[in-house]
């Protein structure tokens, strides 16, 4: 909504990209094609599914609704391509409004198209509607009870936020209908599964949201012009600030006083969590903001394990609540023959200007090398070279 409302009229280029060793073949770029060009297409909001949103996400403004009713995927703005090395080149471009929609969609097909066709021996003990599949969602609907009653243990409020790097549907409606029982599960980044089981639809700002605030308004004070921009148009709403799109220490420089007043808390998404969870608190001393009164979203790659060592750390410090996405819709520990994929759609450049994702983890930059070097010039970090 955000986007529309400031700026209707930009373009948007995002890319695909592939972090893990997984690889592709023409037979699955040719049915994802297929699915993007036909089953994609008709994809569109529901009388119910418009009143509901209506009703549960009052943020939105009804003419934003209003689009969303009438909103149809284009595929011509998705450009899908095998590479020599048998990688996934993904371009998508188009109106910054209507390009934005395609990150989930895409991420979660890829995902559940690769183990239906490139890796489907996790299906191999039996089919669909056989007695092995049957006990196999058993054995998963068991862990994820077992997840659950341990994450209920330790008082860890949590979401689930599993749907771009899921293994299939099937499996995520199993984990969702089963965690939303927990007494602290706080709700699911899938709308479609928050209205089905009746939670709380749940998710933060998206680095795509300052990354092209950075193009369009100024990369060094790109935190501050997007934070503020957002205020304006959610009105105190979504009050969780995104903290790592250029890098922690470049955020809390531009996260005054104001802003640390205003939003509600921040998110952890990359680098060490209980040494971001010492500087959150000491950037709230410092400006004279009891910590307790503000939040923590920790969301990177997170387990119940690792949510639950994080919880002990902040207990008593500050409030926290966990993201966790793939180890509920595609738990490695229990596919170990098979890993999730390891991908991002980022965005790219706005109005053909590059744009970047920094990180507070070595190697997970994404963007234009020279764009890149830019940044990490401007933000005083170490550069591609050194």
């Known amino acids: 909504m955000a986007v529309l409302e400031l700026f209707p009229g930009t373009t948007a280029e995002y890319r695909f990209t592939n972090r893990g060793k997984q690889r592709f073949t023409q037979e699955f770029v040719k049915e994802l094609r297929r699915i993007i060009d036909e089953d994609i297409t008709r994809l569109s909001l529901t009388d119910d599914e418009y009143s509901w949103l209506r009703k549960k996400c009052a943020y939105f403004k009804p003419s934003y609704v209003e689009y969303l009713k009438n909103y149809r995927f284009d595929p011509s703005e998705v450009d899908v391509q095998l590479t020599e090395d048998l990688n996934l080149d993904i371009n998508i471009k188009g109106p910054w ?71 299939s549907f099937e499996l995520q409606d199993l984990a969702v209908r089963t965690l939303h029982k927990c007494r602290t599960f706080s709700g699911t980044s899938n709308v479609y599964l928050a209205k089905r089981y009746g939670v709380r639809p749940s998710g933060t700002i998206g680095h795509e949201w300052i990354m092209g605030n950075s193009a369009l308004v100024g990369l060094r004070n790109a935190n501050l012009f997007a934070l503020e921009s957002w205020v304006r148009v959610y009105k105190g709403n979504l009050g969780i600030a995104l903290s790592d ?142």
């Open 97 to 167: 409004h209507s390009s934005i929609l395609w990150e989930v969609v895409l991420m979660a097909t890829i995902s559940e198209l690769y183990f239906r066709i490139i890796e489907p021996r996790w299906l191999e003990e039996g089919h669909d509607s056989g007695p092995d599949h049957k006990r196999l969602l058993n054995n998963y609907e068991k862990l994820m009870v077992s997840i659950a009653k341990e994450l209920e243990e330790n008082d860890c409020r949590f979401s689930e936020f599993g749907t771009r790097r899921r293994r």
């Open 245 to 386: 799109t250029f890098g922690s220490e470049p955020f809390f420089r531009n996260f005054n006083l104001k802003l640390s007043k205003l939003y509600d808390g921040v998110r952890h998404d990359s680098g060490d969590p209980i040494k971001f969870a010492d500087m959150v608190i000491q950037h709230y001393e410092k400006m004279g903001i009891d910590p307790l009164t503000k939040t923590i979203i920790f969301s990177d790659s997170l387990s119940a394990s690792n949510a639950i060592r994080i919880r002990k750390q902040c207990k008593g410090r500050i409030n926290c609540i966990f993201g966790i996405g793939t180890s509920l819709s595609n738990n490695h520990e229990f596919f170990r023959m098979s890993p999730p994929l390891n991908m991002v759609i980022k965005l790219h450049s706005v109005d053909g200007i590059p744009v970047v994702k920094l990180s507070d983890d070595e190697g997970k930059e994404t963007g234009d090398r020279n764009a890149i070097r830019v940044a990490n010039y401007i933000f005083s970090r170490k550069g591609l070279d050194e």
